[in-house]
């Protein structure tokens, strides 16, 4: 267990790397962008089927997570960036070879490494939607909208709620983007692959078999999340149990498999 | 007691050996050079050794621990492989800082090695604006975190200044006074020439010379024959080829690496093959032309 905590502090210290804040800013910038336009064209009256949704909901108790979860899918996509990239840098580099010399414990420096990670991830989430949220607020407040349901005991279970999927969603993605990593050993590779895995292969495949891509990590990952609020994202049609169950098994399986390559792997960087 | 010891190691990456039964063993408290052209082996063996890449056969011993108990042998290693790798973008000091969290190291350590480094004064600067001299000594640094008994540097004099080599030559002195155990690994075989008390030769994975500097060097020379004609030149040829040493051809003089003793040897079994006129000069041989000899002869 010390092993894993000095991984883990020793990885703390790495976040002060400008790549890795420049992530979390990009990620509060741009999710706040997106809110913000989504909030504009909801005030300012836009008509179309594909609003139609979120117009009716914005003055009720969803209303304020249907705007800022305009931008999850961004999210999850800088999420699976800072993952990969935070990890298969560390053989881009040449840097892993010296760590592993320090930690001859390969799974508990990985372990150390991919808790700091991932908990950075998610307070760079848990940041993006406190900030993008506030930002809306005060917006509406400005503008006179009344937003009383946004704040209620209702409004603030559908955020906590909603926040609460996002987290597994973003777990999740960090399995996939450490897998990922752990097999590519490359910056370019992790980031390129992940990202077409996730916004194009899966597309792609729920085009030809959707009853089987449902089950695929990206749309279980993204589907609980939608089971909050179905506006920010498709509803599990396989059932909201179904599918965190799914993500669980999904992550566990990254895991091990990440796990059982790194361990036996070859360190040639 | 040797601090290193192999036993028929071997490495594939794919279809290339490149490291092919390798047997060697590294006295403890020595400075020990390994030598050997691109490819040769030497940083895969060191990779071996540090527990980075597993070996296809045979097995070795590093400070008395096989290298399935790396976790054991490790915490007293300090290893400085390739190109010393860093986070650009962090400073120098917290670079070290993050071995050191890593490793258990106290953190007065990290300040202990900048200032054996002479780098106190830009331990706060990025690392990305180093230089490939100061990046270099960073990475001694980073290798001398845990104060270890055995320490594994790979080329530590690129990008150093003729100074900078001969504060790395007194440092590595040094620290072998202290009782440490250091293996080399460096193209300048000068350098090495300098410094080292045992070497490693090492030429396709295999090790073609395993022992002490000082024996290599001594019992060592290079024969200077000046054949008479293509029969006398044919016939030192031969007779050092049958006694599996390589002979160099150049314009008017042949050359051999090879024990003083086999100048008697070449002497006496040319005489008797009619060749009474002869011209053979002894010289000592420097490392280089040792190596280059050992080279040659395995290829011949």
């Not at chain 1, 920010?232 to 059982?260: D, E, H, K, R």
């Amino acid at each position: 267990m010390t092993s894993v905590i000095r991984a883990f502090r020793s990885e703390v210290l790495k976040f002060r790397r400008w790549t890795v804040l420049a992530g979390a800013a990009v990620m509060v910038a741009v999710s706040t962008f997106i809110a913000y336009l989504t909030f504009h064209q909801i005030v300012s009256g836009a008509t179309g089927s594909e609003m139609s949704g979120l117009i009716a909901a914005f003055p009720t108790s969803q209303g304020l997570v249907a705007v800022i979860g305009q931008a999850r899918s961004v999210i999850l996509a800088i999420a699976l960036i800072q993952v990969s990239a935070n990890l298969a840098a560390e053989w881009t580099q040449g840097t892993v070879r010296n760590l592993l010399v320090r930690e001859p414990h390969r799974l508990r420096w990985l372990t150390g490494k991919m808790l700091a990670v991932v908990l950075f991830v998610l307070l760079s989430m848990l940041l993006t939607l406190v900030i993008s949220g506030t930002f809306i607020l005060m917006l509406a407040q400005g503008q006179g909208i009344e937003t009383a349901a946004w704040t209620s005991g209702p409004g603030r279970r559908i955020f906590v709620e909603f926040l609460g999927n996002e987290m597994i969603a973003l777990i999740g993605v960090g399995a996939l983007g450490t897998l990922i990593a752990v097999l590519t050993r490359s910056v370019g590779a992790a980031v390129g692959i992940g990202l077409a895995y996730i916004l194009v292969l899966e597309g792609i495949i729920a085009v030809v078999a959707p009853q089987v891509s449902r089950w695929f990590p990206g749309r279980v990952f993204n589907t609980i999340v939608g089971s909050t609020v179905p506006l920010v994202g498709p509803n599990p049609s396989q059932g909201y149990t179904a599918a965190m169950l799914a993500s669980v098994l999904w992550i566990a399986g990254f895991a091990v498999i990440s796990a059982l390559v790194f361990r036996r792997q070859d360190v040639t960087a | 007691m040797n601090a290193i010891e192999t036993h028929g190691l071997t490495k594939h990456f794919g279809k290339q050996t490149a490291v092919d039964d390798l047997s060697l063993s590294i006295p403890a408290g020595s400075i020990a050079g390994f030598i050997g052209p691109n490819g040769a082996g030497k940083t895969t063996t060191l990779r071996l050794l540090l527990g980075l890449v597993r070996p296809n056969a045979g097995s070795a011993t590093v400070l008395g621990r096989p290298l399935t108990e790396r976790d054991r042998y490790l915490p007293r290693v300090g290893a400085l492989i390739e190109a010393p790798a860093f986070y650009p973008s962090l400073s120098g000091r917290t670079n070290l800082e993050v071995l050191a969290l890593l490793g258990g190291h106290r953190g007065s350590r990290v300040n202990d090695m900048l200032e054996t480094v002479d780098l106190s004064d830009r331990a706060g600067d990025r690392v990305g604006t180093y230089s490939l001299g100061m990046k270099q000594r960073l990475g001694v640094a980073m290798a001398l975190l845990p104060d270890p008994e055995l320490l594994i540097l790979d080329e530590p004099a690129n990008g150093l200044d003729p100074l900078g080599i001969v504060e790395m030559r007194e440092l590595l002195r040094r620290l072998r006074d202290r009782g440490k155990t250091i293996v080399l690994s460096s193209h300048l075989l000068g350098e090495l020439e300098h410094v080292a008390d045992w070497l490693v030769m090492l030429h396709k994975g295999k090790a073609l010379f395993c022992g002490s500097a000082r024996d290599l060097l001594t019992q060592r020379v290079e024969l200077v024959i000046e054949p008479e004609d293509a029969v006398q030149r044919e016939l030192v040829t031969r007779v050092a080829n049958q006694a599996g040493y390589a002979v160099t051809q150049e314009v008017h003089t042949l050359r051999i690496a090879c024990p003083a003793g086999f100048a008697d040897t070449l002497d006496r079994l040319t005489r008797e093959a009619g060749a009474v006129d002869l011209t053979i000069r002894v010289k000592e041989a420097s490392l280089e032309q040792l190596f280059l000899a050992l080279v040659k002869g395995e290829h011949s």
